[in-house]
């Protein structure tokens, strides 16, 4: 194979990977934040299962990306079947009291309150909305459905409005709240931006297509030159 050939075998594979993820993005999306959502929830069967080392590595690996507070998480196999406990709940179920936000976040939970889940409520409504909302827009993309960004904009007005006065110490928001209101936003997020991915999408495969249709193969090329 000449280099020129390896060079075309290159650019011929990269434009069919390219191909290929703009045909696929939505069940790879949905992929991705179904794993992402499913993940929390398996830490705290992992604890309660007594496989603490793979399920603390969940819980340090989503500390990440949320602040996992434990009177804003849900909690699975409590032996009140309190699913989200407040803060008297868990001071009464265990968790210690007078502790920093830094050092609240670290409670996981014990046999007698439960485990958490590895995301807060907030996030597990916005991420869950997110997938669900992802799996109805693979049913319903052929029909061109999606939202304004002033509809998007108007679905992330009550979470704005929760958590920025929950922040200022003006009201205590509650799990139903946290859960609607992200839900909302999650909803409205999909329903703007894969619309506009799909456009993106569409338009690489119609330009990849046309490059194609308009490359001369290394055949014609040869006998162009001689």
Same mark, same amino acid.
């Given at each position: 194979?000449?280099? #020129?050939?390896?060079?075309?075998? +290159?650019?011929? /594979?990269?434009?069919?990977?390219?191909? %290929?993820?703009?045909?696929?993005?939505?069940?790879?999306?949905?992929?991705? %934040?179904?794993? &992402? #959502?499913?993940?929390?929830?398996?830490?705290?069967?992992?604890?309660?299962?007594?496989?603490?080392?793979?399920? =603390?590595?969940?819980?340090? #690996?989503?500390?990440?990306?949320?602040?996992?507070?434990?009177?804003?998480? &849900?909690?699975?196999?409590?032996?009140?079947?309190?699913?989200?406990?407040?803060?008297?709940?868990?001071?009464?179920?265990?968790?210690?009291?007078?502790?920093?936000?830094?050092?609240?976040?670290?409670?996981?939970?014990?046999?007698?309150? /439960?485990? !958490?889940?590895?995301?807060?409520?907030?996030? #597990?409504?916005?991420? /869950?909305?997110?997938?669900?909302?992802?799996?109805?827009?693979?049913?319903?993309?052929?029909?061109?459905?999606?939202?304004? %960004? !002033?509809?998007?904009?108007?679905?992330?007005?009550?979470?704005?409005?929760?958590? +920025?006065?929950?922040?200022?110490?003006?009201?205590?928001?509650?799990?139903?709240? =946290?859960?609607?209101?992200?839900?909302?936003?999650?909803?409205?997020?999909?329903?703007?931006?894969?619309?506009?991915?799909?456009?993106?999408?569409?338009?690489?495969? &119609?330009?990849?297509? !046309?490059? =194609?249709?308009?490359?001369?193969?290394? !055949?014609?090329?040869?006998?162009?030159? /001689?």
């Amino acid at each position: 194979m000449t280099q #020129v050939d390896s060079t075309d075998a +290159i650019s011929q /594979g990269a434009s069919n990977l390219v191909v %290929w993820f703009a045909r696929h993005w939505l069940a790879i999306f949905n992929t991705m %934040w179904g794993i &992402y #959502v499913f993940l929390p929830f398996l830490a705290p069967i992992l604890m309660a299962a007594g496989l603490t080392a793979p399920a =603390r590595l969940i819980y340090g #690996v989503y500390s990440i990306f949320c602040h996992q507070l434990p009177d804003h998480s &849900y909690f699975l196999h409590s032996h009140t079947h309190e699913l989200a406990p407040s803060a008297a709940s868990l001071a009464a179920g265990g968790m210690p009291t007078g502790l920093s936000l830094f050092q609240e976040r670290r409670f996981i939970g014990n046999t007698e309150v /439960g485990y !958490k889940v590895a995301i807060c409520q907030r996030d #597990v409504a916005i991420y /869950g909305s997110i997938f669900l909302s992802g799996l109805l827009y693979a049913l319903l993309r052929e029909r061109g459905v999606g939202i304004s %960004w !002033k509809a998007a904009a108007l679905l992330t007005v009550p979470m704005a409005i929760d958590g +920025i006065t929950q922040m200022l110490g003006f009201r205590e928001s509650s799990w139903w709240l =946290r859960s609607v209101t992200g839900a909302l936003f999650g909803f409205g997020a999909v329903l703007f931006l894969y619309p506009l991915i799909q456009r993106g999408m569409d338009d690489v495969i &119609y330009t990849e297509t !046309k490059r =194609r249709q308009d490359t001369p193969g290394p !055949k014609a090329a040869e006998e162009a030159s /001689g």
